[in-house]
């Protein structure tokens, strides 16, 4: 049974005339009419109204009916505001990636104010490489990610944030330790540390124009675990500047004309919740705020 022709019933119940209750109702009294006369045939041909002059009246039956409507109506109404007051105040988690460096900083303090803001926000993290965070974002797993690069797959949309520099992790020792910077051809048939597997790739195919592994000695999670094993003398790493911290045995040195483009990753046409979309749109801002006023 149509819910609105209940309440277009209760309605014109209440107020015995059909011009008023359609004004009330928002439709034409044809309308109303039409529906009343519906509901009688549905209920077998029962007559809910009854002519008083020029207005009507409830039937005995009609009666009966408005008070079983009118309860039904009121439970209906209860059970829909609990379900809004519950929704309204149910958890919002927010799934989302990131590529090791970019935590750290101006995302790591958004994330904490966003929390403080908004006592229904909770955040799933996850820390892995783009190519990774992107198969998670396609499968949605993750309602965004930040990544350092691209995909062509069309169902992807990136934004770009920022540009960032990128560091050469070397052992003390190392002859090339006390440089004051570093080109690419110099180190990249040095044995590596990748802690981020497209990181190594796009750097070997634009400083050497392959895609060889050959060089990659060891592939960990974290750019800390790559730190580690650089100051062990396993190897050199590459590094992205927000991930450099000083470490015992280990010495950076900038890498001369290399950048690290960090991109946000969703997928397209994915409905997002209000204060997870938000989210996106604050982080996006702040970010590309901050680049440019370091310039």
Same mark, same amino acid.
């Given at each position: 049974m149509n819910y609105n022709v209940l309440r277009y019933f209760s309605v014109l119940a209440q107020v015995?005339?059909?011009?008023?209750? @359609?004004?009330?109702?928002?439709? =034409? /009294?044809?309308? &109303? =009419?039409?529906? !009343?006369?519906?509901?009688?045939?549905e209920l077998g041909g029962v007559k809910l109204f009854e002519k008083s002059g020029r207005n009507i009246r409830l039937t005995d039956e009609g009666k009966f009916y408005q008070e079983?409507?009118?309860? @039904?109506?009121? $439970?209906?109404?209860?059970?829909?505001?609990?379900?809004? +007051?519950?929704?309204?105040?149910?958890?919002?988690? !927010?799934h989302m990636g990131f590529v090791s460096g970019t935590l750290s900083g101006l995302v790591a303090q958004k994330i904490a104010d966003y929390c403080r803001g908004n006592n229904r926000i909770r955040f799933h993290l996850t820390e892995s490489s783009a190519e990774n965070l992107m198969d998670m974002v396609r499968q949605e797993q993750l309602d965004m990610?930040?990544?350092?690069?691209?995909?062509?797959?069309?169902?992807?949309?990136?934004?770009?944030?920022?540009?960032?520099?990128?560091?050469?992790?070397?052992?003390?020792?190392?002859?090339?330790?006390?440089? +004051?910077? !570093?080109?690419?051809?110099?180190?990249?048939?040095?044995? /590596?540390?990748?802690?981020?597997?497209?990181v190594a790739k796009s750097f070997? $195919?634009?400083?050497a124009g392959t895609h060889s592994? $050959?060089?990659?000695?060891?592939?960990?999670?974290?750019? /800390?675990?790559?730190?580690?094993?650089? @100051? @062990?003398? &396993?190897?050199?790493?590459?590094?992205? +500047?927000?991930?450099?911290q000083p470490q015992p045995g280990v010495r950076f040195v900038p890498l001369k004309n290399w950048h690290q483009a960090l991109y946000m990753c969703i997928l397209y046409d994915k409905w997002l919740e209000p204060p997870v979309w938000d989210f996106v749109e604050?982080?996006? =801002? =702040?970010?590309?705020?901050?680049?440019?006023n370091e310039f």
């Open positions: 015995e005339h059909y011009t008023v209750a @359609a004004a009330r109702l928002g439709i =034409s /009294q044809p309308s &109303l =009419s039409s529906a !009343i006369h519906n509901l009688e045939n079983k409507v009118d309860a @039904a109506l009121r $439970e209906l109404h209860t059970a829909s505001l609990m379900l809004r +007051d519950s929704r309204v105040s149910a958890p919002v988690v !927010i990610a930040i990544v350092d690069s691209t995909d062509r797959d069309r169902s992807l949309h990136f934004r770009k944030l920022k540009e960032g520099n990128f560091f050469v992790a070397l052992p003390e020792a190392h002859p090339l330790a006390d440089c +004051d910077c !570093i080109e690419p051809a110099m180190v990249v048939r040095e044995p /590596q540390i990748v802690f981020n597997y497209n070997k $195919e634009w400083a592994d $050959e060089s990659v000695i060891c592939t960990v999670n974290t750019a /800390q675990a790559a730190m580690d094993l650089v @100051a @062990a003398g &396993l190897g050199i790493s590459f590094i992205p +500047d927000k991930c450099v604050l982080l996006v =801002s =702040s970010i590309r705020e901050a680049e440019k």
